[in-house]
Nanobody
Framework: QVQLVESGGGSVQPGGSVRLSCVAS????????VAWFRQAPGTEREFVAA????????HYSDSVKGRFTISRDNAKSTIHLQMNSLKPEDTAVYFC???????????????????WGQGTQVTVSS
């Protein structure tokens, strides 16, 4: 089991930037696929970005591609989400997620992950 704790959320103006971090404890993240999801009030939790344990690729939702960057530092058991050019529609609670890598895992599917952080709020407003 790995425990995940997010940080870095807050309020920012449209066009601004925020960097989220997710620190894992209990086990190292090296063998885990990891991702970020977000959930706005009254909506389903949706995929934002993912990076597999191999770090061979990164995956993004269409709504954030080109603006957000996911990265991982396995030595520090940390996942980051750099969010640039933020829009009001990016307002949500952001969650990091992890799952010990398994074959054919759908990195974009929230049901594929079994470890979740508690979430951190990001509010984009003028």
């Amino acid at each position: 089991q790995v425990q995940l704790v997010e940080s870095g959320g807050g309020s920012v103006q449209p066009g601004g930037s925020v960097r989220l971090s997710c620190v894992a404890s209990g086990r190292t993240l090296g063998a885990y696929n990891v991702a970020w999801f977000r959930q706005a009030p009254g909506t389903e939790r949706e995929f934002v970005a993912a990076i597999p344990w191999t770090e061979s690729t990164t995956h993004y939702s269409d709504s954030v591609k080109g603006r957000f960057t996911i990265s991982r530092d396995n030595a520090k058991s940390t996942i980051h989400l750099q969010m640039n050019s933020l829009k009001p529609e990016d307002t949500a609670v952001y969650f990091c997620a992890a799952r010990l890598a398994t074959p054919y895992m759908n990195l974009r599917e929230k049901g594929a992950y079994n470890q979740w952080g508690q979430g951190t709020q990001v509010t984009v407003s003028s």
